[in-house]
RNA sequence: GGGGCGGUAGCUCAGUCGGUCAGAGCAGAGGACUCAUAAUCCUUGGGUCGUGGGUUCGAGCCCCACCCGCCCUACCA
């Protein structure tokens, strides 16, 4: 049994998050993390809403609410969509939290003892009004080289130069168009050039293990070559305050929102170990293994835009408070801490061949989506033709042929065909008689899948893993065809007629453990339509907590939380069907959509 | 501008070290069957592998140039 930590993006709170967003992290994490605690690992699932920075600022004040309001309503929202798309996150929680200022607060003191944070001071723009910096992204101006009048000020769209916001001619806000302030600022700076050495010890060596996607460890090199020192706080009064003398008490400087994001998957593992009344247990995923023990491993999924902060910025925080980079240094309180194992970076899945655009309206929200078709749909879609290694497109005509020709005809289809036969004959599932070679080799075919769906699943190939589950379903929808048991009616063939019912029963119960880390929800329907008792697969649940500190955070009080308890989780492998069990004749697990709502889903999008 | 990824049958995509690699699924066409949500099963795939050069006995797979799409570019989470 191996340690592994399934570190999980962290959905940013200035909105309701869309279906390519669960596309990008979600479902790839949860089928991930399913599988391996079927396959006998000892799972933790981590994540949260990011609700720091100035997006979340901006939003609030289009709002006119506070920041700390915007984000509990959005987080609540998040929170209700993850948990009915199944994620099942041992800790879902939020970077506002009094422990996850604490983890932060460790962190940087560690660091900064270390050597890593350096001070420094710089021109930055800050809006007149607000004090707030105002990121390069948000100023706009006419460009110093080509005239383009609507430059951004790090870069212009239109002839492609890299600016400097000091550049730019009529510089303004494109938040609320004054004209923003230069001024000379302190700093911290996360020494990153200190720490590229060993970051390039440690890429080399997860190069050298083959297992990372070769865009994602190319991406990783690449950027390593021009590292520079990399600003760690901000102008900026919401966030978590910086824990030094003279700084702390400054209102308007605050932690850079990815310094303290990434640390939320060492924050919410020890927030999950506090509320297990077990404070020590987080350290088995986070620190090295004691001697002759197996070492934990750690997957971290995210979109690709994601990858810098994942491959470079996060393990440079760990290597710095490791105390493993130029300077020296020695850990804090919380020991050695492990780098990431792999960074599982999909690319990013488009929506009728076009970008999600939230503010254009071109856009799925998971509510919206949820609402109205099952979750395992989505997850079907999605693990089957989402941005696993290229950018991917969704589009109603494909959801509706995937979930139709697929789910329903496929996999629908033979649950419930096998079941109304076994009803219609037998009333519960029959004893086998001797079995013909034909019932071993579908029997060997379908077992088979148990190492070839897995193997492809830890090599984070879920689209192949998804799609050799549906051949072997159909491996066992064939063996139907071949045995033809719908046209034994004679007494003399009843031995006969059980013995293909119950090696398809079996078939069938096995597909549907070989779906299980896509399909939690209709898994959990297979199985008791077969007479199992109780719940397949474990699913996520919400609850309200406390804050642990709630002296040290946002003033959350009582939030929501994602947890739930997975030990009973069904193991990877073949469980004997158990002759005698009742089965009825099941009602249709998948729903079977209409090809209108092709157009009517298209209508909705042109409506908004 | 720099970096990266992709452009293979109507659609979505596989193609690891260059030599049965021109493939799979879906859609379409024809047939079989009837247990099943008209589901299932069988048969049916000649597409300049973005364009133009080059290397090689031989190239989707290597090199060069170009075209198109997408992502990143570090103070956008």
Not at 306 to 322: M, V
Not at 534 to 561: K, N, S, T, W
Request: hydrophobic share 35%; with cysteine; proline share 7%.
């Amino acid at each position: 049994m191996t340690k592994v930590l399934s570190a999980v993006a962290w959905p940013y709170a200035n909105g309701p998050r869309h279906i390519g967003h669960v596309a990008g992290f979600g479902v790839p994490s949860d089928v991930f993390s399913r599988y391996m605690r079927m396959a006998g690992h000892d799972v933790l699932m981590v994540s949260g809403t990011d609700e720091h920075g100035t997006p979340i600022l901006v939003a609030a004040d289009k709002e006119g609410v506070s920041a700390k309001d915007l984000a509990d309503k959005n987080n609540a929202v998040i929170v209700q969509d993850l948990v009915d798309l199944g994620l099942s996150y041992d800790l879902f929680t939020r970077t506002t939290t009094g422990n996850h200022y604490r983890v932060v607060q460790e962190m940087f003191e560690t660091v900064h003892r270390n050597g890593y944070m350096v001070e420094k001071t710089t021109l930055a723009a800050i809006s007149p009004s607000t004090g707030r910096t105002l990121p390069d992204r948000y100023i706009e101006g006419t460009c110093p080289i080509c005239g383009y009048g609507e430059a951004r000020g790090d870069q212009c769209d239109n002839c492609g130069n890299q600016l400097d916001p000091t550049d730019l001619k009529n510089p303004r806000s494109k938040i609320n168009g004054e004209v923003p302030e230069f001024v000379e600022t302190q700093h911290f700076f996360l020494d990153l050039p200190a720490l590229a050495n060993a970051l390039g010890d440690w890429l080399d060596g997860r190069e050298a293990s083959g297992t990372w996607r070769p865009n994602v460890i190319k991406f990783s090199k690449n950027i390593l070559e021009d590292i520079r020192e990399r600003a760690m706080t901000r102008d900026i009064d919401w966030g978590i305050p910086i824990p030094l003398e003279g700084w702390r008490e400054q209102p308007t400087k605050r932690l850079y929102v990815w310094f303290d994001a990434v640390i939320g998957y060492l924050s919410a593992s020890i927030e999950w170990a506090r509320r297990l009344g077990e404070p020590e247990r987080w350290r088995e995923w986070w620190n090295p293994a004691a001697e002759g023990e197996e070492p934990p491993l750690s997957y971290y999924f995210m979109g690709k835009d994601n990858i810098t902060f994942h491959s470079q910025i996060w393990p440079a925080e760990l290597l710095a408070y490791d105390g493993k980079g130029e300077r020296g240094g020695a850990p804090g309180t919380f020991g050695l801490l492990e780098l990431p194992t792999e960074v599982v970076s999909s690319e990013f899945m488009t929506m009728e061949s076009r970008q999600f655009s939230t503010s254009r309206g071109h856009v799925i929200l998971v509510g919206d989506m949820l609402s109205r078709y099952q979750p395992d749909a989505l997850r079907y879609f999605i693990s089957a033709a989402g941005p696993e290694t290229s950018d991917s497109d969704f589009t109603w005509s494909d959801f509706v042929q995937r979930t139709n020709s697929e789910l329903v005809a496929g996999w629908g289809n033979l649950v419930n065909r096998t079941a109304t036969m076994i009803a219609k004959n037998f009333g519960e599932v029959p004893a086998a008689g001797p079995l013909e070679p034909v019932d071993q080799t579908v029997l060997d075919t379908v077992g088979a899948g148990f190492e070839s769906v897995g193997d492809l699943i830890r090599r984070h190939r879920q689209r192949a893993a998804i799609a050799e589950a549906m051949r072997i379903v159909g491996e066992v929808n064939k063996y139907l065809t071949a045995t033809e048991p719908y046209k034994m009616k004679d007494p003399d063939q009843r031995e006969r007629l059980g013995t293909v019912l119950h090696v398809a029963a079996q078939c069938v119960l096995d597909c549907n453990t070989l779906l299980a880390p896509f399909l939690p929800f209709s898994s959990n329907q297979v199985w008791s339509a077969y007479g199992g008792k109780g719940e397949f697969m474990p699913m996520p649940r919400i609850e309200h907590v406390e804050d642990l500190d709630p002296d040290d955070g946002a003033g959350l009080g009582v939030y929501p939380i994602i947890t739930g308890e997975y030990s009973s989780t069904p193991s990877w492998e073949r469980r004997p069907v158990v002759v005698g069990t009742p089965v009825a004749k099941p009602t249709p697990i998948f729903t079977k959509l209409d090809p209108s709502v092709v157009e009517e889903e298209r209508a909705r999008l042109a409506g908004e």
